[in-house]
């Protein structure tokens, strides 16, 4: 499954599972941009680990609920790498708690990252991928937004939202050689997930047939297949990566 000649474009792919995806990609010859919020640190360890796999590589600060920002992504893309043939919106923010508490500029900002950042990402990449009559676009959603969490009603809504606009958008570009699915990630071991109480954790373990949590490479393995040649003829579905967890 090479992908040697094209480039992809990563949101949040600093670090955990936009990282594994940049490195998935890169190793099957992918040139990679992707974005980061604010942590410069951990954005220059990814982009040298890209370039040490012998890809070119950029990497983009900005806010994908920007929609200036989301064009300053794809341009680098388009102009400095030679085009924009896989897009994976990664990029995703957690302000947990329960409803009757959820403060209502908690709830607008997991849908503007989450949500608004993927619709604005899709639009941006929708045109380069059309004049090319190529492109992957492949959305992170959630095991959540497919059975519900507690405490997770923003983030829950935001990611039910994204199955909802790969779907949409599915049918708008299938007839143009362009293709849009999601992943839905269970409990993955992230940061985000770390920061989970331990209740919570071992709760979700015990809920997970496979026994285990995932890594951001079971995921990374999907988004790429997702993103490959191979995957022509799927589109509008989402792959679950949970282990059995949603069943």
């Not at 599972?17 to 990679?32: D, P, Q, T, W």
């Not at 990449?125 to 059309?130: W, Y």
């Amino acid at each position: 499954m090479s992908m040697t000649g094209k480039t992809a474009v990563v949101t949040g792919g600093s670090r955990g599972i936009g990282r594994a995806i940049c490195l998935e990609l890169a190793r099957r010859g992918a040139n990679v941009v992707f974005s980061y919020a604010g942590n410069t640190a951990a954005a220059e360890e990814t982009l040298a680990a890209l370039k040490e796999l012998g890809v070119e590589a950029r990497a983009v600060q900005g806010d994908v609920a920007d929609a200036a920002a989301v064009k300053t992504l794809m341009d680098t893309a388009v102009k400095e790498l030679g085009g924009l043939h896989i897009l994976v919106n990664n990029a995703g923010i957690t302000r947990d708690n329960l409803a009757m508490m959820l403060k209502e500029e908690d709830f607008d900002a997991v849908i503007a990252t989450n949500l608004k950042g993927a619709f604005l990402c899709m639009k941006a990449a929708a045109r380069p991928m059309m004049k090319a009559k190529y492109g992957r676009i492949i959305n992170l959603s959630s095991v959540v937004a497919l059975r519900g969490n507690p405490g997770q009603i923003n983030y829950c809504a935001s990611k039910a939202g994204v199955i909802g606009m790969t779907k949409s958008l599915a049918r708008e570009l299938g007839g143009r050689g362009i293709t849009v699915n999601a992943v839905a990630p269970g409990y993955i071991g992230t940061d985000m997930t770390a920061a989970l109480p331990e209740a919570a954790r071992e709760a979700m373990l015990a809920s997970i047939p496979a026994g285990r949590a995932g890594t951001p490479e079971d995921v990374a393995a999907a988004v790429a297949f997702l993103a490959s040649d191979e995957a022509a003829y799927i589109t509008g579905q989402v792959l679950s990566v949970d282990g059995g967890m949603g069943m």
